[in-house]
């Protein structure tokens, strides 16, 4: 059974930078074709693509964001990490990461719950 788990601070300060981590299980981060997104939702507001890591660790990182955001892959651990830096309250949201089976057909096919970051002094 595919999982995924993120964890993060839950709340940071402006400014600040944040780390949030995506631990899977069940299935290799490194299998081939499957990419590994982090999308976030604002409040009242759809779903954001950010980017992405793949199965050869490349990365990709929306437009919109770029600059402000990286994402890497341990491969010891199996998870992958989305970093962000100077945070506003505009990325106030929650964030989760999903397996991206786009090779197979397949789109999004698993995510996890969700952690709610929020950005307020």
């Known amino acids: 059974q595919v999982q995924l788990r993120e964890s993060g601070p839950g709340l940071v300060k402006p400014s600040q930078a944040v780390s949030l981590v995506c631990a899977v299980s069940?299935?290799?981060?490194?299998?081939?074709?499957?990419?590994w997104s982090w999308i976030r939702q604002a409040p009242g507001k759809g779903l954001e693509w950010m980017g992405a890591?793949?199965?050869?660790?490349?990365?990709y990182v929306s437009p919109s964001l770029k600059g402000r955001i990286s994402i890497s892959r341990e491969m010891s651990n199996n998870q992958f990490t989305l970093h962000m830096n100077s945070v506003t309250p505009e990325d106030t949201a929650v964030y989760y990461c999903?397996?991206?089976?786009?090779?197979?057909?397949?789109?999004?096919?698993?995510w996890g719950q969700g952690t709610q970051v929020t950005v307020s002094t």
């Open positions: 999903a397996r991206d089976g786009l090779h197979y057909g397949t789109g999004y096919d698993y």
């Open positions: 069940g299935f290799s981060v490194t299998a081939n074709y499957y990419a």
């Open positions: 890591v793949t199965w050869r660790g490349d990365t």
